[in-house]
């Protein structure tokens, strides 16, 4: 079996285990189990998730909820799709091609996904050493280059900023397709010149790569490629940056393309599931802060904004009780 086939196989049966039935309902008097597809260990999908899987069992009676470590948002959105996952740690470019049945979900079809919140911003992480004589995208022309795991996010955003500064993601780099903690191992053993990874800052692995002795990690600005991008695909991309103090040896802030992360669902999951979902991710904001920092990021304000998916009605409804919802 294929690497892509093995890790959808292994997800799918994991959460196929925990997911409820497509509407989000349980039987009267069992305990309702919901799964979150969440991402690779050592992100920030994974803690994030582990988060809200821990507030949300804690807070709604009847209700048990499971983050499983997944490839990341391409296998999300088909998860939830399949009705093997009731929630979904999502790129907002990745969601974009689900529900337009594009890209890589040309065989799934058009995903009926909904949003329950934009959470935060993912930065794309270009990682490479001191020593590599990579400082612009373009020096990755030749390089052994990690675009991340197949059915992650990461992969479609590196596969975009490659094409943005005119390289072909196929045959102008040594590509390979390694997930965070395998890229980290790659570049430490000199097996790869640069990984790209999309994710809120600080990544785990990220963050011991940079502590690591003997060898310095260089973030790599990337910000050039936004231009094309924003052509291509539109405002689904912005320019953000790395902090000076994201990683220890950083000497200053990283300008690097941007793009929204969101928790989202099937459209046919229960809408007062989908209510008391949201309603959880705020009412235990401080809970979730103290697992990783991102979730201080999350607002009324900002997770109305920027999906390019439709709300779920539930969530809407809460929105409009909080007077976050303006339409």
């Given amino acids: 079996m294929r690497r892509r086939e093995l890790l959808r196989a292994l ?3 994991s959460l196929g285990a925990l997911a409820c039935d497509p509407s989000g309902m349980a039987r009267p008097g069992a305990v309702r189990r919901i799964s979150i597809a969440a991402g690779l260990t050592g992100g920030v999908y994974y803690a994030y998730g582990g988060g809200i899987a821990k507030v949300v069992s804690q807070s709604l009676p009847g209700v048990e909820a499971t983050a499983e470590a997944t490839a990341g948002s391409v296998d999300n959105l088909k998860l939830v799709h399949q009705h093997k996952a009731d929630l979904a ?3 907002a470019d990745t969601l974009d091609e689900a529900l337009q049945g594009r890209g890589a979900f040309r065989e799934t079809g058009v995903v009926a996904a909904r949003a329950l919140a934009v959470l935060y911003g993912n930065v794309t992480h270009l990682v490479t050493l ?3 004589g ?7 022309a030749g390089r052994v280059v990690s675009s991340g795991a197949p059915g992650s996010g990461t992969e479609t955003i590196a596969e975009r900023v490659l094409e943005a ?3 072909d993601p196929v045959t102008g780099v040594r590509r390979q397709s390694l997930g965070l903690g395998t890229s980290v191992d790659a570049l430490m053993d000199g097996k790869l010149d640069a990984f790209f990874w999309s994710s809120g800052v600080p990544a785990g692995s990220l963050l011991e790569l940079a502590s690591a002795p003997g060898r310095r990690m260089r973030l790599v600005p990337n910000a050039e490629a936004l231009p094309s991008l924003r052509q291509r695909f539109g405002a689904l991309y912005y320019e953000t940056a790395i902090p000076r103090d994201a990683y220890p040896g950083m000497e200053a802030a990283v300008a690097v393309v941007g793009v929204a992360n969101i928790l989202a669902v099937h459209e046919s999951m229960d809408e007062s599931l989908a209510h008391d979902l ?4 705020f009412e235990r904001q401080p809970e979730l802060v103290a697992i990783h920092p991102e979730a201080r990021h999350l607002s009324l304000e900002t997770a109305v904004a920027g999906s390019p998916a439709p709300f779920h009605p539930g969530a809407v409804r809460y929105y409009r009780e909080k007077g976050a919802w303006k339409s």
């Fill in 11 to 13: 997800a799918a049966s």
């Fill in 278 to 281: 949201t309603r959880t991710l």
């Fill in 89 to 91: 740690f999502t790129l």
């Fill in 134 to 140: 990579i400082r612009t995208p373009a020096d990755l």
């Fill in 130 to 132: 001191a020593d590599s």
């Fill in 165 to 167: 500064v005119g390289i």
